[in-house]
């Protein structure tokens, strides 16, 4: 029996990975607190660390993992950028999720823009209320508006094709455009320049983070409709705000935030909220926030616990081999030695 130490656990967790565990003798012991320095050591005496996309996976809590001789860091997320994988090298192995639905990142992407173009938040709240009036409700069409969409992987890509549905122009912008795929790449500040939407679907990196700032919204056109399911930190929030105030954005559909990790998933109805810029947002009529539940269906729930089960099984079974080993070895982290069916150190 393979133990789990499965951090930051939550109630909509707990039905898959146990089911899935089960099957593969794999116990999960579930712990609501987050992962990090001062929760790390509820992981001694367990083989694996679970991890979501708000525990702090840092170079010191790394140590103390493999002070436990805890072995394999497998995260139930595609997004690592909560890991400290360079840190990681060398001492403890890191899988990930590479992909468990990206349809249901890119349809609540087009979910939260039709939401916010036709103001079916609105509506829903005022009809609940018996007021039918359309006063303030007037949308535009999508058909023929430019969707500009950073990051063409594999949910960048499905937007594409939903957004194509749709009839509308695709440009896009890409660090590593992919080959013979028939997306209008353009350079980035192009894409700025030409969007009216414009969707974020690339990784967080040292590189993209505050990609959006107040220099980039700069060159955008009045009234672009802002949709980040990526990261948070992708977008520098403030900025954000003051093209909010400023009207020059003309809406902005969050499902994820740069300080999110305090906040996001919680109950926090009832609570002051000490986020000053959150609650700024949150309260701009053409702002709309979800906590992080792009991801949040049910075939997505029982790919990660299948997935995540699986990358630990084959860790263990086949002498640290794991397909879905993040690694830090040859520098380009996913693409590493898989291929050639290498573990990373
Ligand atoms: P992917 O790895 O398939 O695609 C990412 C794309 O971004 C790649 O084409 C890559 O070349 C590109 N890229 C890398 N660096 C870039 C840069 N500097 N500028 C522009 N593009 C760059 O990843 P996938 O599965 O499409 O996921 C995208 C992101 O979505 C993840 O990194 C994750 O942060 C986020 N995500 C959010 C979820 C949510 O619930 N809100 C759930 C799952 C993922």
């Not at 890191?94 to 036709?118: C, D, I, K, Q």
């Not at 594999?154 to 122009?169: E, L, S, W, Y």
């Not at 002051?272 to 049910?298: C, K, W, Y």
């Amino acid at each position: 029996m393979i133990t789990v130490a499965l951090f930051d656990a939550k109630a909509y967790d707990r039905p898959s990975f146990a089911h899935y565990g089960a099957l593969r003798d794999v116990e999960f012991r579930f712990l609501e607190t987050k992962l990090n320095e001062d929760t790390v050591e509820l992981a001694r005496g367990c083989d694996v660390v679970c991890v979501f996309v708000n525990d702090t996976v840092s170079a010191a809590v790394i140590d103390r993992l493999y002070e436990y001789g805890v072995k394999l860091i497998a995260l139930r997320s595609a997004g690592y950028n909560n890991v400290d994988v360079r840190a990681a090298y060398g001492k403890v192995h890191v899988v990930h999720v590479p992909a468990y639905s990206p349809y249901a990142v890119a349809e609540h992407a087009m979910a939260l823009l039709l939401t916010s173009v036709r103001r079916i938040h609105k509506a829903y709240n005022r009809t609940r209320d018996f007021n039918f009036s359309l006063n303030g409700l007037t949308g535009f069409d999508l058909h023929g508006k430019t969707a500009g969409v950073v990051g063409t992987g594999k949910i960048g890509r499905i937007f594409i094709d939903i957004c194509r549905g749709f009839g509308m122009r695709v440009i896009a912008y890409d660090r590593f455009p992919a080959e013979d795929s028939g997306i209008a790449y353009v350079a980035l500040d192009e894409l700025f320049q030409q969007s009216d939407i414009i969707s974020l679907h690339c990784p967080l990196t040292d590189e993209t983070r505050h990609m959006i700032d107040g220099a980039a919204i700069g060159k955008m056109k009045k009234g672009v409709v802002i949709l980040n399911t990526s990261r948070g930190g992708l977008i520098d929030a403030e900025a954000l705000l003051e093209g909010i105030k400023a009207r020059k954005i003309g809406a902005a559909c969050l499902d994820v935030y740069e300080e999110e990790a305090d906040i996001f998933f919680e109950d926090r109805s009832g609570h002051i909220l000490n986020d000053e810029l959150l609650s700024r947002l949150i309260s701009m009529p053409n702002v709309i926030v979800t906590s992080h539940q792009a991801f949040l269906t049910e075939e997505a729930l029982n790919n990660i616990a299948d997935t995540t089960v699986n990358n630990i099984r084959s860790y263990f079974e086949n002498d640290g081999i794991c397909d879905n080993e993040l690694c830090y070895r040859c520098g380009s982290i996913e693409r590493c030695r898989k291929d050639r069916k290498e573990r990373c150190f």
